[in-house]
């Protein structure tokens, strides 16, 4: 094999890998849009069926504290570690903590919804998000 094979050879594989991670985005971007319609369809159909929103609290990371927070939505999980704000953001609310946030609160950042709630987790306990939302809606009044 002489030089301009092994560099031809080189920059095919360099458009091989920005062809798949290009590839890889657009299906990424694709599932944060398809969970996003999700959860705004969860925020509208629990204002018509008029499901009560509460002040949604935060746990420390090491599992132990609960910290306020500023958001007030629908709890989606048992744990009542990830929620929806009443404005259609979803929120995974566990937090540093520490002293600030049990003086002042705690700020959990929303983040983008997963398709599935949990995949790739230890337990591989997983559920689709339509599945949970759902799930969430028919409990009505009761916190899941």
């Known amino acids: ?48 069926r008029g499901l009560p929103t509460e002040r949604l609290t935060a746990r420390g990371l090491d599992g132990r504290g609960s910290y306020r927070t500023g958001l007030r939505g629908w709890y989606v999980d048992r744990a009542r570690t990830r929620a929806v704000d009443v404005d259609g953001r979803f929120h995974l609310l566990t937090v540093t903590g520490g002293l600030r946030a049990r003086l002042f609160g705690a700020e959990p950042q929303p983040g983008p919804p997963p398709l599935v709630v949990g995949a790739g987790g230890r337990d591989g306990e997983s559920i689709p998000l339509r599945t949970l939302l759902t799930r969430r809606l028919d409990a009505g009044d009761e916190t899941p």
Do not use: S, T
């Open 1 to 48: 094999m002489d030089e301009g094979d092994g560099l031809e050879w080189r920059e095919r594989q360099r458009r091989a890998v920005r062809a798949h991670a290009a590839a890889d985005e657009r299906r990424r971007a694709a599932e944060q849009a398809e969970a996003a319609e999700l959860v705004a369809w969860f925020v509208a159909e629990a204002a018509r």
